[in-house]
């Protein structure tokens, strides 16, 4: 199917020679567009003398029809710096989405289905989700199932993926306390504790930071799309704290989005990763990517999902999202040092990839960590990173807000243990969080 097409009215009769399926679909647009796809499929049934006909049409969800022919997630409001990949945020599985065209590359000749159609399957469906959803019964081809993950691809073809309804319940209001650093009408920025998951999720349906605000903003949230929910526009990790903005009214949702779309907010993130970015370090400074920027560090790359491992993100050479982080380095340790890193992109995971792949990642850090980590660096139970600081235009009132967060206690007391159990650099907060050169 070209992307400037119309396909064709496609007739499938079934061998059993009762069912007959009409189905068109429209796809239009060169380019990275949005898109709204209409499927429209007539049954009918053949019981002699009389035939009986049903009509039913499927809107299938907005997309994006990306360079090479495959259709992905939408990226709306909830999509790009958004829902699913902003700020270090945790992977979503979410399904119940509807239908999704997937067309496999040109390229893809040879290829097993689920390995083909895994690459550009949107982001939150794994290959193992993918080859679950295959088994099911979910994918189509030409109106057929197609059921072995195994077979062959044909290359150009366009497979329809239609996932299940999700089973998670609506999200229940839990008294759980929160570190409440600002609110108004429309919006509540949180510092979020490490532990605590941002949104549910498949085996984290209660505890989470929803379940807290509900519970908090109650009556106040005026709602999200016409239902009683914070909007929650960006996530971080977990295991990482810090500051995060939530809307409570869908003006503030849209502004808010609107803004991590652009790319118009500052954030920063203290970190202490193993070892200390030198720039005499030629390993460093010859990683593609990497320069220098006056006192700071910046690696612009490409991430995508780890070709071994669907779970985890990785620095690619072709087919990623691109990223930008600027870091500096603060203070020196015998085997480790602390960063202030800015954002000017907000991809998943994107500060412990970038460090992990220079060859400095963060200590704790269970997934991207190099190696066995031995003494203090091995004490530490979680990744060392802290959102230290957020400032934004207020969606609705246009004012400026900026928020600081100290360290936690455990990274605090990392840095002192690292300092040869000296107290940590007194202005470190105010460096951190104050200067802004």
Not at 62 to 77: Q, T, Y
Not at 85 to 94: L, P
Not at 210 to 239: F, M, Q, T, Y
Not at 349 to 369: A, C, E, M
Request: charged share 25%; glycine share 10%; proline share 7%.
């Amino acid at each position: 199917m070209r992307a400037d097409a119309v396909a064709p009215v496609a007739v499938i009769a079934s061998p059993a020679g009762t069912a007959i399926c009409v189905a068109a679909t429209a796809v239009t647009g060169a380019g990275p567009v949005s898109i709204m796809m209409r499927m429209t499929s007539v049954a009918a049934i053949v019981r002699m003398p009389r035939i009986s006909v049903t009509v039913s049409t499927v809107t299938m969800r907005r997309s994006v029809l990306k360079p090479g022919g495959s259709v992905g997630a939408a990226e709306g409001l909830d999509g790009v710096e958004a829902g699913t990949t902003d700020m270090d945020e945790e992977s979503s599985d979410e399904d119940g989405d509807g239908p999704i065209l997937l067309i496999a590359p040109p390229e893809s000749g040879g290829l097993r289905l689920d390995r083909a159609l895994a690459d550009v399957a949107p982001e939150g469906v794994s290959r193992s989700r993918l080859v679950a959803l295959i088994r099911a019964g979910a994918l189509t081809l030409d109106g057929e199932m197609v059921m072995d993950p195994r077979a062959k691809v044909k290359p150009g073809a366009a497979y329809l993926l239609t996932p299940p309804p999700p089973e998670a319940p609506e999200p229940l209001a839990e008294a759980i306390p929160l570190e409440i650093v600002y609110e108004d009408a429309h919006l509540v920025v949180v510092d979020k504790p490490a532990g605590m998951v941002v949104h549910p999720a498949p085996g984290a349906a209660t505890g989470t930071l929803v379940n807290a605000l509900l519970h908090h903003c109650g009556d106040s949230l005026s709602g999200i799309g016409g239902v009683k929910r914070p909007g929650i526009v960006h996530r971080i990790d977990k295991e990482t704290s810090g500051l995060l903005v939530v809307a409570k009214t869908d003006q503030a949702h849209q502004g808010l989005a609107a803004l991590f779309a652009a790319h118009d907010l500052d954030r920063e993130y203290l970190a202490v990763c193993r070892g200390a970015p030198d720039r005499g370090d030629p390993r460093l400074m010859n990683t593609p990517g990497l320069s220098p920027d006056g006192r700071w560090f910046r690696f612009e790359s490409l991430l995508g999902r780890h070709r071994a491992d669907r779970k985890k993100m990785a620095v690619v050479r072709q087919g990623g999202r691109h990223a930008v982080t600027r870091f500096r380095v603060e203070q020196v340790f015998d085997r480790a040092a602390v960063l202030r890193c800015r954002l000017e992109t907000g991809r998943t995971h994107q500060i412990r990839v970038h460090l992990s792949h220079l060859g400095h990642p963060l200590i704790g850090d269970q997934v991207y960590g190099r190696g066995a980590a031995a003494g203090i660096l091995a004490g530490f139970g979680r990744q060392a990173l802290h959102a230290a600081h957020l400032g934004f235009r207020h969606p609705v009132s246009g004012d400026l807000l900026s928020f600081s967060s100290d360290p936690p206690p455990d990274i605090r007391d990392l840095i002192v243990k690292l300092n040869d159990n000296k107290a940590p650099d007194v202005n470190l907060k105010d460096r951190l969080t104050n200067h802004r050169s």
